[in-house]
């Protein structure tokens, strides 16, 4: 399996490809990548003859992350590549605008939106929508860049210059500010041939754009909200034919509804628990869906998974320094680093702990990441 992109994703399918036997080859964009272990080649994801030149190395491409030009992709399969998840379905997780519009066709809730090119359309949108919107940028944005409040046209000045919006890809993405109870994440994954399997419904909460916290099952929720957002996945994975692993995230609504807000097409940070949380993890999963392989069971392994993210404070945060302390206070807390060099607000390990007792699974969970973080 060639995995273009050599970040923590690629990192964490290494081992479960080691127990399965397979081969991975990483196509880093530098030689301390996380996935350095794995890396066969260092290259720019953006030039065709170096991502040609791996992809004939294996037997089938996937993704650590969605920023590989769809037109490399394209030629790569007209000359007979087998890219999981296809292109045809990747321009939807790359473009949030032309998702909005696949949605809509297939008439999938999702908050009010509209596509802007000119300040008169911003305002006319602010207008009908309370004065506040959500603008995003449809391409290129990740972890909450890309992403803005607007109260005024003024706000999206920079976004509304030529420049702004072909950076953005042609036009701004404006959405409802949605008034949501919790964010949620239904975690699944497809074979080409067919077969869905999907995850419990997971609780996400995000700080600053970022996701901070995962908790499996999603507490609090009724049969019929899980119901339904089963089966939104296995609409979007079917009708869009994604394969390998689809995070969508979505919003729950005071009144219990569920809105669409975004896709990934790879294994997701609302997967993470899936580690330890679950009979198969979302990286083995990913692994055997893109080679068309039978999907493992996803049941839960314990009452909860609580997943918390540890992000960097600053150019000095060591989580290896303090992993000796960490581990010494917290037996029960499952420690993942990611080789990064440390960066404010950077994404830079995770803790997951699995137990019958969701207190003490957040308690731990916590505790431990403040422990990698400040010794
Ligand atoms: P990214 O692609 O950077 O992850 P998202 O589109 O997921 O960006 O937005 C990041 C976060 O911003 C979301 O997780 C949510 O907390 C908030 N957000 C995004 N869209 C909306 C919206 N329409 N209404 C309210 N909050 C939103």
Redesign the pocket.
């Known amino acids: 399996v060639g995995v273009i992109g050599g970040g923590q994703l690629a990192r964490m399918m290494i081992v479960p490809s080691i127990n399965l036997g397979l081969d991975l080859k990483v196509f880093s964009e530098t030689h301390d990548a996380p996935a350095a272990a794995a890396t066969t080649v260092v290259g720019d994801y953006t030039q065709l003859a170096s991502i040609r030149e791996f992809a004939a190395t294996v037997d089938v491409i996937t993704f650590d992350h969605e920023h590989v030009p769809l037109s490399v992709l394209r030629v790569l399969e007209d000359e007979g590549v087998s890219v999981q998840p296809p292109s045809r379905a990747l321009e939807f997780a790359q473009n ?1 605008l032309l998702m909005r519009k696949r949605l809509a066709e297939l008439n999938l809730a999702m ?1 009010v939106w509209a596509e802007i090119k000119t300040e008169h359309e911003l305002q006319e949108f602010l207008d009908a929508n309370g004065g506040v919107c ?1 603008l ?1 940028t449809p391409i290129g ?7 803005r409040v607007v109260r005024t046209v003024t706000d999206a000045a920079d976004w509304l210059t030529s420049e702004g919006l072909s950076a953005a890809g042609g036009s701004l993405l404006a ?4 008034n ?1 109870v919790r ?1 949620v994440a239904q975690l699944s994954a497809r074979r080409p041939s067919g077969e869905f399997a999907a995850w419990p419904l997971t609780q ?1 909460t ?1 700080a600053n ?1 970022v996701c901070a916290e995962v908790i499996c099952p999603a507490p609090n929720t009724s049969a019929d909200l899980i119901e339904e957002a089963g089966k939104i996945a296995n609409t979007i994975a079917q009708e869009l034919g994604v394969t390998g692993v689809l995070a969508v ?1 979505m ?1 729950e609504t005071p009144n219990g509804r569920l809105l669409i ?2 896709l990934a097409m790879r294994p997701h940070n609302s997967g993470h628990f899936s580690i330890e949380g679950s009979e198969t993890s979302q990286f083995e999963q990913h692994l055997r869906a893109v080679l068309d392989l039978p999907l493992g069971s996803t049941r839960a392994r314990a009452a909860a998974s609580v997943m918390v993210n540890v992000l960097g404070i600053d150019s000095d945060t060591d989580l290896l320094g303090n992993l000796d302390a960490a581990l010494a206070q917290h037996p029960e807390a499952k420690v993942h680093t990611y080789g990064k060099a440390p960066r404010a607000g950077r994404k830079m390990g995770h803790v997951t702990v699995v137990s019958e007792d969701l207190q003490f699974a957040l308690a731990q969970a916590h505790a431990t990441a403040k422990a990698l973080l400040q010794g």
């Open positions: 949030k908050p959500i995003k944005g990740y972890d909450g860049k890309g992403v959405e409802e500010k949605v949501f964010e996400t995000q754009g995230e919003f807000n975004e």
